[in-house]
């Protein structure tokens, strides 16, 4: 499942998502890397000459792990399900693990349904980070 290019991912998601003990596996293997590589790159900018006043992270399946407890603040962006099929199906593999968006919106500091134009999610996002700046 390794080629030339490095991991075929649509081969390891082809038995991953076949197979609850495999995919378990594979996430105790990954997660932990990855935050240590997140936690890593946060000290690194923290040690600069001028750190940044905010730090954005896309993380997948973030209360599902767990994983919001590692940050200070969380923003919760998310689009109706018409809205998110045509942007990119989401296999019901996939789909079973995930809580609600409601729920999700629920526990955000700051949370937006991305069914408008560009406009609006940039206005939201400046809005956003003038809060967190403040």
Known sequence: MIGEDGPDRAAIAR???NDPEQLDW????LHPRVVQEHSAWQRQ???G???????VTEVPLLYETGGDKRFDRVVVITASPDVRAAR???DDARAERLIPDAEKIRLADYAYVNDGTLEELDAFVADVMARLTA
């Open 88 to 90: 990119r199906p989401v």
């Open 49 to 55: 000459p001028e750190p940044p006043a905010v730090t």
């Open 26 to 29: 594979l996430e105790k293997l």
């Open 45 to 47: 900018l923290a040690a």
């Open 15 to 17: 038995v991953v998502f």
